[in-house]
C-alpha cells in the first residue's frame, strides 16, 4: 500500500500560482510514478501530468502544458505541481497518482490521495 497526502491547495487569482505537494509513504517512493489529476465541479476526473519514476520523463495534458511543471524529490518521497499562469478553468480538485508503471491520460495509477482544493477567481 501507498499512502499519499496532498497539500498547498487554495484560492489564488487568475494569473497567480501554486505548488501542490504530495508526500508518500509506505513503500519505496523512487520506483512510483508519479501523477496529478483533477476534477472539476460535474466533470469527470481528468490527467494532468506524470512523471515515470525510472526514466524521469514528464507528461502533461495540453491544457496545462507550458503552465503546470511536475517534479519529485525521492529523499523526501514528495511530488510537487508547480502551476503558473492559473486560469479560472483550473478550478477544481486535485488528486494525487502513484503507480509501479506509467501514469498516462489513458491509464490512471493504482493509488490515490485525497485530493486537495483550487479555486482560481477570475
Known amino acids: 500500500q501507498v499512502q499519499l497526502v496532498e497539500s498547498g491547495g487554495g484560492l489564488v487569482q487568475a494569473g497567480g500560482s501554486l505548488r501542490l505537494s504530495c508526500a508518500a509513504s509506505?513503500?519505496?517512493?523512487?520506483?512510483?510514478?508519479m501523477g496529478w489529476f483533477r476534477q472539476a465541479p460535474g466533470k469527470e476526473r481528468e490527467f494532468v501530468a506524470s512523471?515515470?519514476?525510472?526514466?524521469?520523463?514528464?507528461l502533461y495534458s495540453d491544457s496545462v502544458k507550458g503552465r503546470f511543471t511536475i517534479s519529485r524529490d525521492n529523499a523526501k518521497n514528495t511530488v510537487y505541481l508547480q502551476m503558473n499562469g492559473l486560469k479560472p478553468e483550473d478550478t477544481a480538485v486535485y488528486y494525487c497518482?502513484?503507480?509501479?508503471?506509467?501514469?498516462?491520460?489513458?491509464?490512471?495509477?493504482?493509488?490515490w490521495g485525497e485530493g486537495t482544493q483550487i479555486t482560481v477567481s477570475s
Open positions: 512523471i515515470h519514476w525510472n526514466s524521469g520523463r514528464t
Open positions: 497518482n502513484a503507480d509501479r508503471g506509467l501514469i498516462a491520460a489513458a491509464r490512471a495509477g493504482e493509488y
Open positions: 509506505g513503500r519505496t517512493f523512487s520506483v512510483y510514478s
